[in-house]
C-alpha cells in the first residue's frame, strides 16, 4: 500500500459540495455500509451529511478531493461529551491512506473539542475492512445488534457499536 | 401495584400538544433518562417528540393523558426493519400501569408495522426501574456504553443498549 504524504485535511467549504456528492452518491446508493436510503435524492443526501451539528472536513491531495468525514455530538444533554463520526473515502483514492488519515485527523479533533469518547452506532459487521481499521486504533466492540442490518447482497447481518475512550 | 384497567391509548392529536408537553418538560428538564439538553424549549421538545417519522400514541384515562410514546424506524436503509421507541409516563400517572400499557401496545404495534426487532439506544443504567421492566418483557443487554451518559447527581455513568427480536 502506498502512503500518500500529500494529503491535507481541511473544512468542508460550499465549493465542495459537487465533488462532496459524487463520494457520498455512489456509497448510498450501494446500501453496503450506511443506513441510508439507497434512493435518497442528492439534495437530501447532502443536507444528512452536512447537517447543522455536524463538522465536516474533506481529504485533499492535489486539488482533487479524496475523502470526507463528519463529527458531532453522539447525543445531546447528558451525552454530548461523546462523539460520532462518519467516514467516506472517493472510489479512486482507497488504498493511499486516505481512510487512516481521516481517522487519525479525527481522533485529534475530537480530543480538540474535548469529548471524552468517540462512538460508530451502527457498523455493519460485513464492513470487515473497516472493523479492523477500528480495532487497530483502540475502538472496541462494545455491542451487536442482531441481524440489524439487510445487506443488499448478504442479507440479514450483525452490527455492531464500536466505542472507543479518549481519556486515560 | 393499583392496575388501571381503562387507559385507553390512541394517537397523539394536535389538541394533545399541551398535555403532551407538560409531561415532556419536567423529564427533559430533570436530564435523567433522555439525551435531550434539559434547557430545550417547549418548541424543540415538541418538535423532536413528533418529528416527521415518528408515530407517537398517548395513554388516555378518564379524560387524562397519562403517558405517551413514539415508534419510528431506528435507522433508514438497511436498518428500517427495526423499529425505536421511546416512553414518558406523566408523574401523577405513576404505578398504575401505564408504563407496561404503553410497552405491550409498542410492542405490538412494531408486530403489526413488520419490524423485525426493537431497539433501545441510549438506556441509561442508572434507570433500574426501566432496565428491569424491559428485561421482563424479553429485552437483553446488547451493548454497554462506558460513562457515555452524564447524570445530574451520579456523574458519568454507563448506558445500555436494549434489544428485543419480533420474530420467532
Redesign the interface.
Known sequence: MVQDTHITIRPLTPADHAALLSMLLPV?RA??T?????DISADAALAFWTAPEKTVFVAESGGAIMGTYYIRP?????????CNCGYITAEAATGRGVARKMLAHSLETARAQGY??M?Y??V?SENTRAVETWQKAGFEI???????????TKG?VD?F?M?K?LVD
Chains 1, 2 share one sequence.
Open positions: 448510498f446500501g453496503e450506511y443506513t441510508v436510503a439507497p453522539n447525543q445531546a444533554g447528558g451525552g454530548a461529551h461523546i471524552r469518547g462512538q452506532n451502527f455493519v462494545v455491542g451487536r445488534l442482531p441481524q440489524a442490518f439487510n445487506h443488499p440479514l452490527a457499536v466505542f475512550s
